[in-house]
């Protein structure tokens, strides 16, 4: 029975009774004629149905095991003792300040390019390096901001926000973002996002921000924030590791998407 009113809510809601606000009476659920299959037959469908959602359980399960992982993982690259394993630990790094790995809102000669897109921190969000969406520069904006395809966003406004996303194309954003580079002989642009979105940057952004409705950090505070750095040959392992934990996400949700999607077409076949 769940499972045909979660197949047939257009039909119920054509029933349902009532000018402002509408609902089902049992008076008129009572009406409905709902086709049922041979009891055998609903054994069969009950139990489809529910190793989709025991399927679907485990996946999410397993998605978020592994992002507390690469949390964790995240967190030792700029602990007090940092540490990654086996591969990075305080007998291999060199102790360092922000601003000696990565510059800010510098400007480059690929930012004369022509651009059409812009960014704002509406389309940047926590836990995804993947900006969610855009703005057309020709349908008006204020900003003026630019960045290219690779730089790291972070959200300087409401720093607690966890706002960091790394950039898929060139284009301007607002001035509420950090535009962040790596410098190319001391940190791995690739890795640069993980070391922003690590407790300890998140929490030195927070505690260095001013203004009471709208707190903001400023980039010559983040820039004193000390950390260790390994050399390049074990940041592009560490990098390899932490990008491979994000593929088995990515491929994680995907799974999630398609058996969701596979639930609800036998819904409509079985029970529609």
């Known amino acids: 029975m769940a499972f045909w009113l979660k197949g047939n809510q257009k039909l119920i809601h054509s029933l349902s009774a009532g000018t402002t606000f509408k609902g089902i009476t049992r008076t008129i659920l009572a009406k409905i004629q709902i086709p049922l299959p041979p009891l055998e037959e609903q054994k069969q469908i009950t139990a489809l149905f529910q190793s989709i959602e025991t399927a679907m359980e485990q996946v999410d399960v397993q998605e978020k095991n592994l992002k507390a992982l690469q949390k964790t993982m995240m967190n030792g690259l700029l602990s007090k003792e940092p540490e990654f394993g ?6 291999n790094c060199t102790a360092t300040t922000f601003c000696e790995i990565a510059e800010c809102d510098k400007k480059y000669p690929e930012h004369e390019k022509e651009v059409e897109r812009f960014v704002g921190l509406e389309f940047i969000e926590a836990d995804n390096f ?20 690779g730089d790291v966003l972070f959200g300087k406004r409401r720093a607690y926000l966890k706002k960091v996303a790394v950039a898929d194309f060139d284009g301007i954003c607002s001035g509420d973002i950090l535009v962040i580079r790596a410098k190319a002989k001391k940190m791995l642009q690739g890795l640069l996002p993980y070391y922003i979105s690590a407790d300890a940057f998140i929490q030195h952004a927070v505690s260095t921000s001013a203004g009471s409705l709208s707190p903001r950090t400023k980039w010559k ?4 924030l000390e950390v260790s750095i390994p050399d390049l040959k074990i940041q592009a392992t560490i990098l390899e590791v932490l990008q491979q934990l994000d593929t088995t996400v990515k491929q994680l949700k995907q799974q999630k998407t398609t058996l969701k999607n596979l639930k609800q077409k036998l819904l409509n076949e079985i029970l529609g």
């Open 86 to 91: 086996n591969l990075f630990s305080s007998k």
């Open 130 to 149: 993947q900006l969610q969406g855009w703005g057309e520069i020709a349908n008006g904006t204020t900003f003026s901001k630019r960045f290219v395809k």
């Open 221 to 224: 505070d983040l820039a004193e």
